[in-house]
Every structure is written in structure tokens, then in C-alpha cells.
């Protein structure tokens, strides 16, 4: 019996390994598609913000803080849980949740928002005149025919 045999395998073996595909992800050269509803982190868009308060009043981790006054919007990351009740309860739709992570903060930071300019007007509505009184067809009360 020749070592040959018991070689054979193994250089095969090894000649696979060195020609096949990584079997691992060039991580942060190439990263993975975030699966669909995954939870990454809270965005904000300050423009149509109106500051009415609700999303700090519902966060249940008070992560949110909103001046009115200032008009500033604040989210402190590392509080957040991302139970998204501050993305379904803005009416004006000014927070999304975005499936990519957070950006690795190196310590606790509060991150700020201030709107700059006058807030958007509210949105046109529709007025609807009532309808004319002398339009509508006049009824004597004399108007009783007779048999
Ligand atoms: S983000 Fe939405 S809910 Fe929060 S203060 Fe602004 S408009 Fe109100
Ligand atoms: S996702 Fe939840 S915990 Fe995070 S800021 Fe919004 S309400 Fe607060």
C-alpha cells in the first residue's frame, strides 16, 4: 500500500478550500442587507416639526425632550428602546425608524435638533359654504289644497 492513497484526499481537500468563496463577509467592506422591519435606530426630520410634545410624553424610556420655545428636539440614543410608539403617535410623520444601526457613539450623547426657520403653514382646508337659505323652495302654510 502506497502513501499515495491516504494523501489523495487532503491535497483534494485543500485544492477545494483554496479556490472556493470565502465563506465569511468582507465586514465593513461588504455588509448585510437589514432584514425587512428590522429595528436600527430613531431618524428625525425637524422641519415639519410643530413641537407639540406628544412623542415625549408617550416615550416610555423619556429618551425624547422637546422645547417648545427653543424649538429643539432631542433624542438621547442610549435610553432608547425602540418601541416605535413615538413613530406611529407624530402626526406629522417627522420620525421614521430606520433599519441600519446606530452610529457606535464613544460616550452618552444627547443628540439635538433646532429648527431655523418659521414652521410650515398649517395645511389648507377646504371650506364648505352652507347652503343658501333663498334657494331652498319655499313652503306656504297655505298651501293646502282643497279636495
Ligand atoms: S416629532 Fe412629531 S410628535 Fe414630536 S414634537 Fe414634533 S410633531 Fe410633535
Ligand atoms: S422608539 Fe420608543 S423608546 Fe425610542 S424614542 Fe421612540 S418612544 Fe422612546
Known sequence: MSWSWSIQPISSLVTRSALAKPATRPYPVERRTPYARTRGHIEFRIDDCNFCTICAHKCPTLAIQVNKQDKTW???????????????????????????????????????????????????TVAVEPPSRTSEPRRSDNSVSSP
Do not use: N, W, Y
Open 74 to 124: 432631542a433624542i438621547d440614543h442610549s435610553r432608547c428602546i425602540l418601541c416605535g410608539i413615538c413613530v406611529e403617535d407624530c402626526r406629522e410623520g417627522c420620525i421614521t425608524l430606520s433599519p441600519l444601526p446606530c452610529p457606535p457613539m464613544r460616550a452618552k450623547e444627547v443628540l439635538s435638533f433646532r429648527q431655523e426657520h418659521a414652521p410650515p403653514p398649517p395645511r389648507e
